[in-house]
């Protein structure tokens, strides 16, 4: 008897020989198939191999998540099935919208008086551990911590304003000694007192055939930065003429400055204003109603917090009114450009220019621009890319709400920069912008300033309506002393730049950024501003 088993192992065959030599099968057993391969087996080992160490990681996790509090795998299931399915637990929706609850409840709570809030993060966490609070205590505790910090944050910043606006409106140090020095020079240098511009060249301040610029102001640190600017940027400086106006206080100072720091080969005369015969108190009563009235002085001398509902206004809002509130308004040198054709009786066509401007282009060209009739070439400002700087209309200085303004003017009308205007001297005297302006200032002195707030811009955007001519923008950048995010490429292509606001320059609450393009027009190595200690900031 003869076993045979085949290859594959599933049937066995009994057999015998006979004596004839052949071999008779008995009987041929089938064996049924083994429940695993070897195949089988090895792809189920891989498949653990590969799956166990997830397992145990996500074990791990689960474990200090605080889940093995569980005590049984059916738990465990429970715990970490949902999430491993990507599933959220329903007990986590119920407590999301528990909570929602308590806070919608809070929102309309107001916070008692005496409460004591925590100082601190961890205050609260320690006192949230000591006392146990419920969720609606803490949510409540959240709330006054929260109206408190932005009570103070509101404060601080309305603090920040103020201090911004007083440092803005002070003579810095370095400056107010350089006036002093000066006028001191004045007295006893002769050089100080030479003759503004030199005898031979007296016709030239009255020649239409020179480029005529000028400048009112008693700064004499930013009268010279324009002026070197302007003499430096132009093309043809011997053309150039400038006539700086300044208050009688100054008036040896600038003098002096320009006496021993010739600017050449430009001619640069020097006048105050008292040295003007046409400007007496019977041909500008108005302005001397300005500067001496009570109620202005206060308004722009006094508390200029006091009475403001700080509750009900935003920093932005506020900053506006502290800005239109600088002393400046009042001043009669802010006010003089609308007496130009009366003050140079001989010239048909200036370039004004404010004190806090840099001149980065020769400004010949504008002598060329035909204003076609108009008296008044300037810089829109109510269009444009920078929607801070160039969104100015008539609404945004006038109180719409009086009567007479409603009646007179358009709130969407296009506003216009002052700083840098090209004036045509002749169609203005055959105008009656000045009486325009004087008449509007009255009525704003009789209506106690709830027209406009006092300042030069709102009454020359009256007296001049329908003789402004619209000049390109590449003229004339503004915002660079209240706009931050000025664009630097833009201030470098811009023909004049215009520090306006309160964040001058030579002040040191200027943009550090914006600063150099002023600074580098200042001379270091001269002896009065070195020992007035005047710095590159």
């Known amino acids: 008897m003869q076993l045979h088993f085949s290859p594959s192992m599933r049937s066995i065959t009994i057999s015998s020989n006979s004596e004839n030599g052949f071999s008779n099968d008995l009987m041929k057993i089938k064996v049924a198939p083994p429940h695993i391969s070897y195949r089988t087996l090895f792809h189920t080992i891989l498949i653990l191999a590969f799956l166990l160490p997830f397992v145990f990681i996500l074990t791990a996790v689960v474990t200090l998540e605080g889940v093995n509090k569980c005590s049984s795998f059916g738990c465990l299931g429970r715990r970490f099935g949902p999430r491993f399915l990507g599933r959220v637990d329903n007990s986590g929706q119920k407590l999301v919208k528990d909570f929602h609850k308590i806070l919608n409840q809070v929102s309309s709570v107001e916070i008692p008086d005496g409460m004591k809030l925590p100082e601190s993060f961890n205050q609260l966490v320690s006192e949230m551990k000591k006392n146990k609070f419920s969720a609606k205590d803490f949510a409540l505790v959240v709330k006054g911590m929260m109206e408190r910090s932005e009570r103070e944050i509101r404060e601080s910043k309305f603090a920040e304003l103020m201090n911004k606006h007083f440092a803005s409106s002070a003579v810095p140090k370095g400056i107010h000694c350089l006036s002093l020095r000066l006028t001191d020079e004045y007295s006893s240098n002769a050089h100080a007192r030479r003759q503004l511009p030199s005898p031979e060249l007296l016709p030239s301040l009255s020649d239409n055939s020179y480029y005529h610029f000028v400048l009112s102001s008693d700064n004499i640190l930013a009268a010279s930065v324009v002026v070197t600017s302007t003499v430096q940027s132009s093309l043809k400086p011997e053309k150039i003429v400038f006539h700086v106006i300044t208050d009688k206080k100054t008036y040896a100072g600038m003098h002096s400055w320009f006496a021993l720091n010739p600017i050449s080969p430009a001619i640069v005369e020097v006048k105050g204003v008292h040295q003007f015969d046409w400007l007496t108190r019977e041909n500008i009563p108005v302005l001397e109603a300005v500067e001496n009235h009570y109620a ?118 296009c506003a216009w920069a002052y700083g840098m205007n090209v004036f045509d001297l002749r169609a203005w005297r055959n105008s009656n912008i000045r009486d325009t302006y004087h008449t509007w200032l009255k009525e704003n002195l009789k209506s106690n300033m709830t027209m406009w707030k006092l300042g030069t811009l709102p009454p020359a955007l009256v007296a001049f309506k329908g003789h402004v001519q619209a000049i390109d923008p590449s003229w004339h950048l503004l915002g660079l002393g209240y706009q931050n995010k000025t664009n630097i490429e833009s201030v470098k292509k811009a023909a004049v730049i215009h520090y306006n606001g309160q964040l001058k320059p030579w002040l040191q609450i200027g943009f550090e950024h914006l600063r150099p393009f002023w600074t580098k027009y200042i001379n270091y190595s001269n002896d009065f501003i070195r020992n007035c200690h005047i710095l590159e900031l």
């Open 296 to 413: 202005i002085r206060n308004y722009y001398h006094g508390n200029h917090i006091a009475g403001a509902n700080l509750s009900d206004t935003t920093p932005q809002i506020f900053a506006s009114k502290l800005q239109a509130r600088s002393p400046k308004y009042i001043s009669l040198l802010n006010h003089l450009r609308i007496y130009l054709p009366e003050l140079f009786p001989n010239l048909d066509k200036v370039v004004f220019l404010d004190d806090d401007v840099v001149i980065q282009r020769d400004l010949s060209p504008l002598w060329e621009i035909d204003l076609g009739g108009k008296v008044n070439g300037a810089v829109e400002t109510c269009k444009g890319e920078d929607e801070w700087v160039m969104s100015k209309r008539f609404r945004n200085y006038f109180n719409f709400s009086h009567p007479l303004i409603e009646k007179n003017l358009n709130p969407d009308e």
